[in-house]
């Protein structure tokens, strides 16, 4: 999944085609147009989610949540793309050039995509302790990218090691805060570098809910691989996931800007790019700045740090006020160790 310049884009489609195949096919022609690698859709019936019921925690109750007094079933009948849509627009993301894959949400949802050829599984957040689910995927030897929300380290170890042991491909784990929409404070970014440590068989990234773009160029700054975030053609249509969703403007910079952030992480260097080797001769350096007659002393008035860099280095600069001058000195040259008398640089002593 990775590509040669660093970072693996997704856009998820979720439930933004808003029960409409046309706009479906859009969202891929708009991601496409946009540059991403992969477009990511979601299958699942409200069936094999939830039950039809208004009972308990079936209904949501959080006044903050996007989706307060909506049950879960409800929510999920909206959001569901009917599995007769999913051959035309895998096969429109070929057309496109992107790579189209889904989340499987139950063991049947998995012996679908394979009849469909699909070649990545994500797994969500909220399954990733479903184990029968894990080792379904697992069991296709495919690529998995697992989204790590709502545990921590010994249940991200576990589900990599039932993924492992069952045979699957390459794992890739997503730093996930599993808010709708994320503020920015609780993304934690600093945890991307831990996973990196933790997990290094594991590419690692991030599955975004954030407002905007800024969070995920931070994700890609601390070694971020895969970007995931929510895509739709316009917020202002309305849908379960449109508020958190980036519109293709903002898709098409993620693009541009995470791949110049991810050529520009490099490796921890202190040495100068051949680009700055060009510049040295610009940093400041002894210079004179009046002419001084042989044997003239070296005053705050006669010589200065300045650019360009011909001159001794400005940690000379005190060393050198009050000695003679060794020979007639011009205004504009640069000071040299000779035209001092009795002077040697530390590095000669």
């Known amino acids: 999944m990775m590509r040669n310049d660093g970072v693996f884009v997704v856009a998820e489609m979720s439930g933004n085609h808003n029960g409409s195949l046309e ?42 949540s996007l989706w307060c007094g909506r049950t879960l079933y ?65 069991a296709t030897g495919k690529p998995v990218i697992l989204s790590v929300g709502l545990i921590g380290p010994e249940e991200i170890a576990e589900a990599v090691a039932v993924l492992e042991r069952e045979g699957s491909g390459p794992v890739s784990l997503l730093k996930c805060t599993s808010v709708y929409p994320a503020p920015p404070e609780a993304s934690n970014l600093l945890t991307i570098p831990d996973m990196q440590k933790r997990f290094p068989q594991c590419g690692i ?47 098409a910079q993620l693009v541009v800007e995470g791949r110049r952030v991810a050529a520009a992480r490099g490796t921890v260097s202190y040495a100068l790019s051949e680009a700055e080797q060009k510049s040295l001769i610009f940093r400041r350096s002894v210079y004179i700045c009046e002419d001084i ?3 003239g002393f070296f005053t705050e008035r006669n010589i200065r740090c300045i650019r360009p860099g011909d001159g001794l280095h400005p940690r000379y600069y005190e060393a050198v006020l009050g000695k003679r001058a060794s020979r007639k000195l011009e205004r504009g040259k640069p000071l040299l160790a000779e035209d001092v008398e009795g002077f040697r640089p530390l590095s000669d002593k």
């Open 23 to 64: 706009r479906a096919l859009r969202i891929v022609d708009a991601a496409a147009e946009a540059g991403v690698d992969a477009l990511k859709l979601q299958t699942y019936t409200a069936d094999t989610m939830t039950l039809d019921t208004r009972s308990g925690n079936f209904l949501i109750k959080d006044p903050s």
């Open 74 to 138: 409800e929510l999920y009948c909206e959001a569901a793309m009917p599995w007769e849509w999913h051959e035309p627009i895998l096969k429109r993301c070929r057309e496109r050039g992107i790579i189209g894959f889904s989340t499987p949400f139950d063991v049947s949802s998995v012996d679908f995509l394979e009849k469909l050829g699909v070649p990545i599984y994500k797994i969500a957040a909220f399954e990733n302790g479903d184990i029968p689910l894990l080792k379904r995927v697992a």
């Open 205 to 251: 990234g991030l599955s975004d809910h954030t407002k905007g773009i800024g969070v995920a160029l931070g994700a890609i700054a601390l070694g971020a691989q895969i970007i995931e975030k929510h895509f739709t053609l316009s917020r202002r249509d309305g849908g379960v996931d449109s508020a958190f969703s980036a519109e293709p403007q903002e898709m």
């Open 293 to 295: 007659p042989a044997g």
